[in-house]
């Protein structure tokens, strides 16, 4: 790596006379690339050349000097055939990256071929469309909303000793971590051994060797130099020991990592947390790794998480800044505002999920035993003094007695492909229902406490009188299935079961009443949400669950195998058919699915692909026990 190479460009050099002398000075640098953020979080790339960019810099920053159409992004029902012109238009107040090609050297200096990303809005007949855009609006109108309600209501800011006059600013804060697994190509390790290896922890923490240390170490070094602050890389719950080959080179690796770093503004954590994404995968593959971000790669094993961190912070006058969420009151763990944004996103979930748990590959993620939250619950401590560390829940209470600046809610839901733009949004768009509510009818910390407290059953004023949305237990041993369902909701099984939500007014309110988000836009998500859904079922999960099911072979030997053997076998056989294999009169379970999707009963699809999910489970089961019975393999 070359220690002189420029890795950002702050908002404060992003004009024209700034940028010509930045592109002089580094001539490595030969292009620039506008980023948007469609609706499903996928972010465009191209290679502007830096002369052409030059050559009408000032339309390239203040018009719409670039186009795309609504082939090349995600906004179904908004960019149609007929009238697919989105524009993008740069974000001159943000921080740009250079993305540097380390397999290409600029034959003149020897120094990465970059590229500058600029990230942008994406606009439709002068309408912003895009999620970048959404998440700024919602910050917008979040940071606006808390300063109107402090100028309201002074008497909030006693807790703090301070005046409204005091108050400089509302900063949103936010901050994302990402856990990946890491493997050398085409590599496979057994589930059974991945298992053994999770419930053992042998793998948690523990020391990083040969090509996956280097990749990690380059990463954080990397890391550092485009200024994230990151805070540890780590081996993560997952994975298996790797092999020394003959070389002193270790193969068949199979490991699963996480690396945190420093939160920052809720717009600029989500453009950090989407380039380090890249700087991971990149840096791991020139280290003859690859890195998958999916958050239930292998079935039966710990999956991937994104916790999203959230915060609301007072710069004052002075310098200083004041964590609203924090409060002096010993005999409390939140502020009234604390306790008022916590609600909202508790009472709104259900119209949040769609917008963080959207694929199929999320909801696999998201089951019992494997420290992924299912229950809309949180968890506040046993006491003011004992900060809350459940694991077990959806929204954690993060508090340090010694640190008033680290209270915060981490969100356990999200993974590394939620759309974190959108997933920021909606929280902070939940826990302004919440804020409303509380600042609107004067509702003290006391019985605040009590409400979110309170018994299923127990009435409430502003949460569900049916539900319970507090435990400081494991909700997973403490109890039931059932129980948990009536007690915090039962959560949707599949990506069509989630999206539901979106169709019920009463719910999506809180995301339309201040124009953040419209129908237009929702009803988009949803379509491309559905799209994604139903293609994934026809052309990736079936076809990979026929070629598993083909691998699930007899082998058992007539001559010597007994009756268990035999027995065994046709269990599976039998499965294998139906989910499988047509007949004369009757269809396979694969075939019911596709033929639900065919006429859009979707409802129905839903209902097959749990079946379906719960068949291969068993299947799966079945096929390990009859080949532990086998003495001859």
Same mark, same amino acid.
């Given at each position: 790596?070359?220690?002189?190479?420029?890795?950002?460009?702050?908002?404060?050099?992003?004009?024209?006379?700034?940028?010509?002398?930045?592109?002089?000075?580094?001539?490595?640098?030969?292009?620039?690339?506008?980023?948007?953020?469609?609706?499903?979080?996928?972010?465009?790339?191209?290679?502007?050349?830096?002369?052409?960019?030059?050559?009408?810099?000032? %339309?390239?920053?203040?018009?719409?000097?670039?186009?795309?159409?609504?082939?090349?992004?995600?906004?179904?029902?908004?960019?149609?055939?007929?009238?697919?012109?989105?524009?993008?238009?740069?974000?001159?107040?943000?921080?740009?990256?250079?993305?540097?090609?380390?397999?290409?050297?600029?034959?003149?200096?020897?120094?990465?071929? &970059?590229?500058?990303?600029?990230?942008?809005? *994406?606009?439709? %007949?002068?309408?912003?469309?895009?999620?970048?855009?959404?998440?700024?609006?919602?910050?917008?109108?979040?940071?606006?909303?808390?300063?109107?309600?402090?100028?309201?209501?002074?008497?909030?800011?006693?807790?703090?000793?301070?005046?409204?006059?005091?108050?400089?600013?509302?900063?949103?804060?936010?901050?994302?971590?990402?856990?990946?697994?890491?493997?050398?190509?085409?590599?496979?390790?057994?589930?059974?051994?991945?298992?053994?290896?999770?419930?053992?922890?042998?793998?948690?923490?523990?020391?990083?060797?040969?090509?996956?240390?280097?990749?990690?170490?380059?990463?954080?070094?990397?890391?550092?130099?485009?200024?994230?602050?990151?805070?540890?890389?780590?081996?993560?719950?997952?994975?298996?020991?790797?092999?020394?080959?003959?070389? &002193?080179?270790?193969?068949?690796?199979?490991?699963?990592?996480?690396?945190?770093?420093?939160?920052?503004?809720?717009?600029?954590?989500?453009?950090?947390?989407?380039?380090?994404?890249?700087?991971?995968?990149?840096?791991?593959?020139?280290?003859?790794?690859?890195?998958?971000?999916?958050?239930?790669?292998?079935?039966?094993?710990?999956?991937?998480?994104?916790?999203?961190? *959230?915060?609301?912070?007072?710069?004052?006058?002075?310098?200083?800044?004041? %964590?609203?969420?924090?409060?002096?009151?010993?005999?409390?763990?939140?502020?009234?505002?604390?306790?008022?944004?916590?609600?909202?996103?508790?009472?709104?979930?259900?119209?949040?999920?769609?917008?963080?748990?959207?694929?199929?590959?999320?909801?696999?993620?998201?089951?019992?035993?494997?420290?992924?939250?299912?229950?809309?619950?949180?968890?506040?401590?046993?006491?003011?003094?004992?900060?809350?560390?459940?694991?077990?829940?959806?929204?954690?209470?993060?508090?340090?007695?010694?640190?008033?600046?680290?209270?915060?809610?981490?969100?356990?839901?999200?993974?590394?492909?939620?759309?974190?733009?959108?997933?920021?949004?909606?929280?902070?768009?939940?826990?302004?229902?919440?804020?409303?509510?509380?600042?609107?009818?004067?509702?003290?910390?006391?019985?605040?406490?009590?409400?979110?407290?309170?018994?299923?059953?127990?009435?409430?004023?502003?949460?569900?009188?049916?539900?319970?949305?507090?435990?400081?237990?494991?909700?997973?041993?403490?109890?039931?299935?059932?129980?948990?369902?009536?007690?915090?909701?039962?959560?949707?099984?599949?990506?069509?079961?989630?999206?539901?939500?979106?169709?019920?007014?009463?719910?999506?309110?809180?995301?339309?009443?201040?124009?953040?988000?419209?129908?237009?836009?929702?009803?988009?998500?949803?379509?491309?949400?559905?799209?994604?859904?139903?293609?994934?079922?026809?052309?990736?999960?079936?076809?990979?669950?026929?070629?598993?099911?083909?691998?699930?072979?007899?082998?058992?030997?007539?001559?010597?195998?007994?009756?268990?053997?035999?027995?065994?076998?046709?269990?599976?056989?039998?499965?294998?058919?139906?989910?499988?294999?047509?007949?004369?009169?009757?269809?396979? *379970?694969?075939?019911?699915?596709?033929?639900?999707?065919?006429?859009?009963?979707?409802?129905?699809?839903?209902?097959?692909?749990?079946?379906?999910?719960?068949?291969?489970?068993?299947?799966?089961?079945?096929?390990?026990?009859?080949?532990?019975?086998?003495?001859?393999?």
């Amino acid at each position: 790596m070359n220690n002189d190479l420029l890795f950002t460009i702050p908002k404060k050099f992003h004009k024209e006379e700034d940028l010509i002398n930045i592109f002089n000075k580094h001539p490595e640098i030969r292009f620039v690339s506008l980023v948007g953020i469609d609706l499903a979080g996928n972010d465009t790339d191209e290679r502007i050349p830096v002369n052409m960019f030059l050559r009408d810099i000032d %339309n390239f920053l203040y018009g719409t000097a670039i186009q795309t159409d609504g082939s090349s992004v995600v906004l179904p029902g908004i960019a149609t055939l007929n009238d697919g012109k989105v524009d993008m238009v740069a974000d001159t107040n943000s921080c740009w990256f250079v993305d540097y090609n380390y397999d290409l050297l600029d034959p003149i200096n020897s120094k990465p071929i &970059g590229t500058v990303r600029i990230p942008c809005f *994406l606009i439709h %007949n002068d309408t912003p469309v895009d999620s970048r855009r959404i998440l700024k609006n919602a910050i917008t109108l979040m940071e606006e909303e808390i300063s109107k309600i402090l100028s309201n209501n002074p008497e909030i800011l006693s807790d703090y000793g301070i005046k409204v006059e005091d108050v400089e600013e509302i900063s949103l804060t936010a901050a994302t971590e990402l856990e990946f697994w890491v493997k050398t190509p085409n590599d496979k390790a057994h589930i059974e051994e991945l298992t053994t290896s999770e419930v053992l922890q042998e793998q948690y923490w523990t020391r990083t060797k040969g090509n996956v240390r280097s990749a990690m170490e380059e990463t954080l070094i990397l890391m550092e130099n485009y200024g994230f602050e990151p805070e540890m890389g780590h081996k993560e719950v997952g994975g298996v020991k790797a092999k020394l080959d003959s070389t &002193g080179h270790f193969n068949h690796i199979m490991e699963q990592l996480e690396i945190d770093w420093k939160y920052s503004s809720a717009l600029q954590a989500a453009d950090n947390e989407l380039f380090i994404r890249t700087l991971i995968k990149e840096t791991f593959r020139r280290h003859g790794l690859e890195v998958t971000f999916l958050a239930k790669p292998i079935s039966g094993v710990a999956g991937s998480g994104e916790h999203t961190h *959230l915060g609301i912070a007072m710069k004052l006058k002075n310098g200083k800044r004041v %964590n609203l969420f924090n409060t002096n009151d010993k005999n409390h763990f939140l502020s009234n505002l604390g306790y008022g944004a916590l609600m909202g996103m508790l009472k709104n979930y259900e119209i949040m999920n769609p917008f963080i748990s959207s694929t199929n590959d999320s909801l696999k993620r998201l089951r019992p035993g494997f420290e992924a939250p299912i229950c809309i619950v949180t968890s506040l401590g046993q006491s003011p003094e004992i900060p809350s560390r459940n694991r077990t829940i959806l929204i954690g209470l993060i508090r340090d007695t010694q640190n008033p600046l680290a209270t915060r809610f981490e969100l356990r839901a999200p993974n590394p492909f939620t759309n974190t733009y959108l997933c920021i949004a909606v929280s902070y768009l939940a826990m302004l229902d919440g804020i409303r509510y509380v600042v609107n009818n004067k509702v003290s910390k006391d019985a605040l406490l009590k409400e979110i407290s309170k018994e299923a059953g127990e009435k409430a004023t502003y949460l569900e009188d049916s539900r319970c949305y507090r435990s400081e237990e494991n909700v997973y041993e403490c109890f039931s299935e059932e129980e948990r369902e009536i007690f915090f909701g039962k959560a949707p099984a599949t990506v069509y079961e989630n999206i539901k939500a979106l169709d019920e007014d009463f719910r999506t309110k809180i995301l339309k009443n201040d124009g953040v988000l419209n129908d237009k836009l929702i009803n988009s998500f949803k379509i491309s949400v559905l799209k994604r859904w139903t293609t994934e079922i026809v052309y990736r999960i079936i076809p990979g669950y026929a070629k598993e099911i083909k691998s699930f072979k007899e082998i058992h030997c007539l001559e010597k195998s007994l009756d268990l053997d035999i027995s065994n076998w046709k269990k599976i056989q039998d499965l294998r058919l139906h989910i499988m294999k047509d007949s004369m009169s009757s269809k396979s *379970l694969f075939t019911r699915i596709k033929d639900a999707i065919e006429i859009e009963n979707y409802t129905l699809a839903s209902e097959l692909q749990i079946e379906l999910n719960s068949k291969m489970e068993e299947l799966r089961e079945l096929y390990i026990d009859y080949k532990r019975n086998l003495l001859d393999i």
